[in-house]
């Protein structure tokens, strides 16, 4: 690796002084800072191109890792930053790579992942550098990174991280549209099968000899239409992912073919009697309730166990806050991309609109709305007229639709917030801002 310029922050001297002591060893030329205060003053003074790399301690007297990672973030994106900590946590790992660290690492440092990390960090910054230089944005091209601060995805990011690196098979339940895949794709990329395939078929499209001929492969001549030997999806993603999505939709049949693979990792191509042996994690989602597709009997009891070792939940749109401000900004600077227009700008009103949309078709609904509002807005300027209709009919409707009266739309108010927190009548009465006996005289009215 090449030498680079790193600020090593740290309020600890002996920590800040060995920490810089193996990178000058290792070539590298090494600024020190006693807290995140001074490592901004120094980024100030330095110029957003003088380092390459920030290590900073977690834990300081004064302003914390997090507050300078955050900070850096704002100020100079392009400079990874390394967030090192004595307490280790699952959690906050995951929690600081969400907010932008380019990774998390526990005292004492082990030298050589700390090097590996390093370079990992320095790599990824190079590959952003190269997007940016071919397209304008990095972020703008990626298709496939999970977007959002809301508690929610924090809360599934944290979960990703800690079954990533696992080798159990993951469960992904969530509703359509709500990026189901994109959760398998980030698990994929944060696993130790990283460099091996993801394969993604969706169950659901294909009829039940069709998906065993996908999944299996199949024998020249095992049927009508096999001119030649085909290999299935499971060996194609030998030592890597195979994420099956709407696997409710999987007949007995192959239930009992993909229990036989997950139990003994052997399988045997349609008119094949061969046994081969393949080595794959399976991720399989569905917007259905397995739980009770097994109860109904159309499940069977000892698939879907093998099946849910891990289960994530995937929360909808509706539920993600201002995640949603997040995601229309990004489909949108997107889409103009592709379409060599600049990046447009949303009106407070267009904002108002969106949020006032409930979303049932979630992440894809609201990519498939910018989409047509990037096209159909002028001046670089999306407005509320961009967007397709039924959204705007959702957004207005809550209210002018039909001019309610204030008493009408108190109720109608109440019974959305009592709906939303499954009728608990102590969270509704704190949504609300009012205490549980006036929600309840409120209720009798």
């Not at 060893?25 to 020190?32: E, I, K, N, Q, T």
């Not at 001929?213 to 299935?232: D, I, N, V």
């Not at 709906?419 to 006996?437: C, E, F, P, S, Y």
Request: glycine share 8%.
């Amino acid at each position: 690796m090449a030498a680079i310029r790193a600020l090593v922050v740290d309020d600890d001297d002996l920590s800040r002084e060995m920490l810089a002591e193996v990178l000058a060893r290792d070539g590298h030329v090494v600024d020190l800072a006693a807290d995140g205060s001074e490592a901004l003053r120094r980024l100030a003074t330095a110029g957003d191109t003088a380092f390459d790399l920030v290590i900073s301690d977690v834990q300081m007297a004064r302003t914390s890792g997090f507050e300078l990672l955050a900070a850096i973030g704002r100020a100079y994106p392009d400079i990874p930053v390394i967030l090192v900590t004595a307490f280790a946590d699952p959690r906050a790992a995951m929690d600081a790579v969400s907010r932008g660290a380019a990774d998390y690492l526990t005292k004492p440092v082990d030298l050589a992942q700390l090097r590996a990390t390093i370079a990992r960090a320095l790599e990824r910054r190079d590959r952003r550098r190269e997007h940016a230089r071919l397209a304008g944005s990095s972020d703008v091209l990626d298709r496939r990174t999970l977007i959002g601060t809301s508690a929610a995805m924090i809360e599934l990011y944290k979960q990703i991280a800690q079954v990533a690196p696992t080798n159990a098979t993951i469960y992904i339940q969530g509703e359509s549209g709500s990026g189901k895949e994109l959760v398998a794709r980030t698990i994929h990329e944060r696993s130790q099968r990283a460099t091996g395939p993801f394969v993604a078929v969706n169950c659901a499209a294909l009829t039940e000899s069709l998906l065993e001929s996908e999944l299996f492969g199949h024998e020249k001549g095992s049927f009508t239409g096999a001119l030649t030997t085909r290999r299935g999806l499971f060996e194609v993603s030998d030592g890597g992912t195979l994420f099956l999505d709407e696997i409710g939709d999987v007949t007995a049949k192959l239930q009992a073919q993909l229990l036989r693979v997950l139990q003994e990792g052997q399988l045997r191509r349609v008119g094949g009697t061969q046994e081969l042996t393949v080595d794959v994690r399976v991720i399989t989602a569905t917007n259905r309730d397995l739980a009770a597709e097994m109860a109904a009997g159309r499940m069977r009891a000892d698939l879907f166990y093998r099946l849910s070792v891990v289960t994530l939940a995937v929360p909808p749109l509706r539920d993600r806050g201002d995640d949603l401000v997040a995601l229309a900004k990004h489909f949108a600077a997107r889409h103009a991309l592709e379409l060599g227009r600049a990046n447009p700008e949303l009106t407070d009103a267009t904002l108002n609109a969106l949020r006032g949309r409930g979303w049932p078709g979630n992440v894809r609904e609201l990519e498939n709305a910018m989409a047509r509002a990037v096209a159909m807005c002028q001046h670089d300027v999306i407005l509320p007229s961009d967007l397709p209709p039924v959204a705007l009919a959702s957004a207005g409707g809550a209210i002018d639709a039909d001019w309610p009266t204030l008493e009408v739309l108190e109720r109608r108010y109440i019974e959305k917030v009592l709906a939303r927190v499954d009728h608990n009548k102590t969270a509704a009465a704190q949504v609300l801002g009012i205490d549980r006996r006036t929600l309840q005289r409120m209720g009798k009215e």
